[in-house]
T-cell receptor, first 115, second 110 residues
Framework: DAGVIQSPRHEVTEMGQEVTLRCKPI?????LFWYRQTMMRGLELLIY????????DSGMPEDRFSAKMPNASFSTLKIQPSEPRDSAVYFC?????????????FGDGTRLSIL | KQEVTQIPAALSVPEGENLVLNCSFT??????LQWFRQDPGKGLTSLLL?????REQTSGRLNASLDKSSGRSTLYIAASQPGDSATYLC?????????FGAGTRLTVKP
């Protein structure tokens, strides 16, 4: 089985540019999560979807961040405009069934550097 | 606000030793607790998930316990191997909020 696939693996861009991170969840999984990992703040849950619908976006840091899930096999996390403090590793994860009972499967992440 | 703490931050042991990693959390109102493994440059791999109503879960050489009332969980690794070297994170979940500890970096020396 193919795992969660994220692209790109690395992204370096200048401050003010738009950044789009992509995620393909495991086929059949109905929950999708976006996380951010930094040395200072550790791992943080940003937003999660159930059946393509955003359920909780309380972790999204500010309006510059947006996430979409147009279909069951694709999601994007967009930052516009980007700032140096957005530099982090962004992970996507998916699960079959509610997070209450089912483990999540993580992608290998996108390492984002904003100069 | 839920806070999750993992002690120690780093641990180095010789191969074959049994070891215990600790996780504590401040709010006992949780749905579940998970233990993850993270290898350098990789995402997290879920090792064990303990429901709030459960006391422990086992998978192979791994055993995780949960004491909700005291806000503690332990991950026991038996007969450690160099391949167990990684960062181990615990996370608690409640009502859409998932909080992670900072992790314990484990090194198992041959």
């Amino acid at each position: 089985d193919a795992g969660v696939i994220q692209s790109p693996r690395h992204e370096v861009t200048e401050m003010g540019q738009e950044v789009t991170l992509r995620c393909k969840p495991i086929s059949g999984h109905d929950y999708l999560f976006w996380y951010r990992q930094t040395m200072m703040r550790g791992l943080e849950l940003l937003i999660y979807f159930n059946n393509n619908v955003p359920i909780d976006d309380s972790g999204m840091p500010e309006d510059r961040f947006s996430a979409k899930m147009p279909n069951a096999s694709f999601s994007t996390l967009k930052i516009q405009p980007s700032e140096p403090r957005d530099s982090a590793v962004y992970f996507c994860a998916s699960s079959l069934g509610t997070i209450n009972y089912q483990p999540q499967h993580f992608g290998d992440g996108t390492r984002l550097s904003i100069l | 606000k839920q806070e999750v703490t993992q002690i120690p931050a780093a641990l180095s042991v010789p191969e074959g030793e049994n070891l215990v990693l600790n996780c504590s959390f401040t709010d006992s109102a949780i749905y579940n607790l998970q233990w993850f493994r993270q290898d350098p440059g990789k995402g997290l791999t879920s090792l064990l998930l303990i429901q709030s109503s459960q006391r422990e879960q086992t998978s192979g050489r791994l055993n995780a316990s949960l004491d909700k009332s005291s806000g503690r969980s332990t991950l026991y690794i038996a007969a450690s191997q160099p391949g167990d070297s990684a960062t181990y994170l615990c996370a608690v979940y409640h009502l859409g909020d998932m909080r992670f500890g900072a992790g314990t970096r484990l090194t198992v020396k041959p």
